[in-house]
């Protein structure tokens, strides 16, 4: 391999050797300036803006129409644009979370130990977009890792706190057993067919119909390391504990971006290795006899009913978007059931409206905790009267969250149901419906809590101009894709073509 | 189109009224309340205007070119590839002569309800905004022609509804409030997969050639505009219309509401301040029948004929049971509640008679039950307000203290029993009419006539515990009427006692429309039989 194969071979990698690069910035930088935490937050965001646009670039490169004849390292990763869709959600949220890491107040213990937080960070990103297009079992297995090891110094990382350190012990016991779990899985995979490359599966596949229960095991095997990474039930059970203990601005990360990273794995995993083709009405023409479809309904109904009902017992409220975030991963697994284009539209469609809503959500939870220093719903009282503008956005990021138009979780509700009612599963259809009925209750009592109930402190909280933007930055797009979405759509159908 | 927008013009009023509310500082809360009050008086010119211009000799139903005041542009375009379908949403408004009255009515009672707030105090700009809202939500439903466009209005309105209810209304305020919003989010779920379902099936034929799948109504209703294979297709012989038309109507019956659906009512009725109760009882209940008349019938009318003894059934359980429940209560804005359910029971029952009489007894019975409805509210609000509370037997007597006031409760009371010369009397009778000449509810018309002893029954019971006999000396002190219930009744018993005498003022706006709904019923068989079902 000569030098002029080796930049070739890094062609599709550059987003990620930026980060890379910009990972060794921030440590050096760090140690060079131990006092200056703004500069980290400001190169972060430089190196993201980098990544973002070197991402955004790779749109209209011409990737090649059969990638299975790739070499090098090139052949590592999949180069298509549902990858760099779900990168430009990893980074966009990154850059959120790097800009809410300012307004934390419960972060400010720890500035000392800022560069460290934010090459975390950065590592988490690195891992999640290699994760994201991994097309081969040991890099999908190695990223997913490098993400759960940042992401559980993380969300330990008030190291002074109790709970969140309970949160990462947590995290790193289930951590350990699901990629354990995964491992074993992949092991068993590369027993069968020799090959750790998604392509090469696939080809296999199309020759042979393996058709053992082993095949089957270590398929879910497999998925146990992504159903961990996504929280789909029944692997969820790390999640409220570590979104309650971890510190909020960590919490939003997690339950954005590493859902992304988690379901752009599932999606590259079934499409590269199980689908033969695409026919011409969208549906997937599966291979073998995996049982995905059957797999995917199940824990899709499962996992939005229990994550539902459980989120309404809950009071806290980090607590309770915890549960929330499972519930939507069940719709997510659901448009991901259909095996078809239309639904993978409504995937990205759903994802992104949901990084709006769903980091809003988080942000002005964040907002709320640096004043009452709580996230108990009972603090909650009155807030609405106390705060009316970051009250409103909170409102309008949970009506989305519920799905009720004008707002752009309609949209993504409306998009995920057209493909369910169009692949004829109704009884799915309904049973997401209801859950979204239920969804309401959990989502409404934050409000009743803040408009309904009187508060006993009445001075009003004025939110400082950059928190404003920012919260404005995320509700404004939350309602104006409610109401003309045209270009939510368009975007997610460029993504979905190949 | 060749006339000034109208239609979007009283829906959307509202919304620059509102942001004029949220812009206006604090302290400044005469001046939300006056311009609430500007923009629904605007809307009843409006209104006004709508009506001196309308065409009594189109009937719309499912012909797009008898529909008036239409706007229709392109509000979602998105061009499809082989697997995904090109998606056109329009933005399609337009009235014929089932929601003109409807319209009418929702201004008339959006601005003696804005009037009826105006003693509202507590966070004024919150509550002016949100009633703001939820009027263009409420007009919304009425006007839209694009199923889209309609489940939009629809959910629009729910918040602001709960935030009315919840934030300024009674003691058990949360509680009702959350009740109200879960039952019609409920409903409205099972609409949204109908809608979902009925998009798929159907296509509509663009200028080119080129079929795109719809939201429009109007196409929805024609049954050679659908697939083969629409899962909500006619002519596909696996379909579900069955089921999605009983979730539908599901949808539309909570919110008018029909038993066993209705319990949400008393509770949301009774906890809601007078303002919100009035709209509730005048505008949101006639969304339910509206929806059945505009989407269930024409959109799947094989299916109506054959639920239509249910439908029936359903008005009759409606007007005995609400009329039983009523005579029990104590609590009087309960009892008016209760006598909601059974007067909308009235509406059903002349929807299931199918000939031409009936509907429009049915639909004038919408009209006739928003105003007289509203005036029993408000009139229980003016008690309300000065005695603070609404025990039925904690009063007696009023008449003597409070004359003019009596005087208009017994209109109100006379209008809902149905008494001749009143407005609720022409609708009543025309429902019973249209019933007994539709042999298969024959039977059923003649059980609810029950449900008019009943009410006589109820009302005149509680003018007599509440008005009439001595004066309970506890409320010698009560003051008489002001000049703002004044300006809250009078229109209203105008309106009453116009329309009890001279009905055709209203007939005449519906009656072209209800023929081409009944001709349409009557003709979808041959409909249905040509296109090979």
Redesign the interface.
Known sequence: MNSLNFFNNLGYAWPETIITLFLAILVIYNLVYPQARRALGIISLLGIALALGFTIQQMWTQFPTDPSWLSGFTRMLIPDKIGIFFKVIILIATAYVVLFTEFSEELRGTFDRAGEYYALIFGMLLGMMFMISANNFILLYVSLELVSYSSYVLAGFMKTSERSSEASMKYIIYGGVASGIMLFGISLMFGMTGTFYYFDISRLLMMININSVLFLISGIMIFTGIGYKISSVPFHFWTPDVYEGAPTTITAYLSVASKAAGFAALIHLVRNCFVGAVATDGYWVMLSHFYWKELLVYLAILTMTVGNLTALWQDNLKRMLAYSSIAHAGYLLAAMSVLSNQGLIAMVVYFSVYLLMNLGAFFIVILIQNKTGSENIDDYNGLGTRMPFLGACLGIFLVSLTGLPPTAGFIGKLYLFLALVDAKMIILAIIALLNSVISLYYYIRVLRHMYLTKGNNESPITPSFGSVLIALSLAVPVLLFGIYFTPLIEWAKTVVLR | MNHAPLLSLITFLPVIGMIIVLLLPKGMEKAMKITTLTVTFLQIVIAGVIWSGFNYSLGGINDPNSFQFIEKFR????TG????NT?KIDYFIGIDGISAPMLMLTALISFIAALSSWNINK?VKGYHAMYLLLVTGMMGVFVSLDFFLF??FW??M??PM??LI??WGGPR??YA??KF??YT??GS??M??VM??L??SCQETLAAGQKVFTFNILSMMDPKNYTATG?LSPLNPHN?RFIAYIGLFAGFAIKIPMFPFHTWLPDAHVEAPTPISVILAGVLLKMGTYGILRFNYPIFPEITRQVIWWIAAFGMINIIYGALCAMAQKDFKKLIAYSSVSHMGFVLLGMASLNTIGITGAIFQMFNHGTITAMLFLIVGVIYDRAHTRGIYEFGGLATQMPIYTGFVTIAFFGAIGLPGISGFISESFVFLGGFGFEPIRLLTILSTIGILLGAGYMLWTLQRVYLGPLNEKWNQLQDLDGREYAMLIPLTIIVLILGIYPSFMLGLMNTSVNALVDFMAKSPQLFSSIGM
Do not use: N
């Open positions: 509000w979602i375009e998105l590839v082989a697997w995904l998606i966070a489940y939009i959910e629009v729910l918040l709960y935030f919840g934030i305020k949360e409030a959350i919003f879960i989010l409920f779920v099972f949204l997969l979902i379902g998009y798929l899962i579900l």
